[in-house]
């Protein structure tokens, strides 16, 4: 999944009301977890990069993606501590 289909996503959850977050904690994981391999894919390709846009470029990706994966787990953290459900 692209990584602008997986923000929209995360964004999507985000803005959704309580109870549609509960239903959708799966969901939020699931994408977290994507999240997760897309950054240390970017992470690593950062490493190998040269070139100063192209590394300029891919942290700007890696700055939002770890933005959207903070607001994911607070989330997660919220719903669980609400509804008293482990992980």
Avoid: C, W
């Amino acid at each position: 999944m692209k990584t602008k289909k997986l923000l929209s996503k995360m964004a999507d959850f985000l803005s959704s009301d309580r109870r549609a977050q509960q239903e959708h904690v799966g969901s939020i994981k699931a994408v977290l977890k994507k999240l997760k391999k897309k950054e240390r894919d970017l992470r690593d390709k950062l490493e190998g990069e040269r070139d100063p846009e192209k590394r300029a470029e891919i942290d700007a990706k890696l700055r939002v993606i770890y933005a959207q994966r903070t607001k994911g787990v607070a989330i997660l953290k919220g719903l669980r501590n609400n509804s008293g459900a482990p992980g």
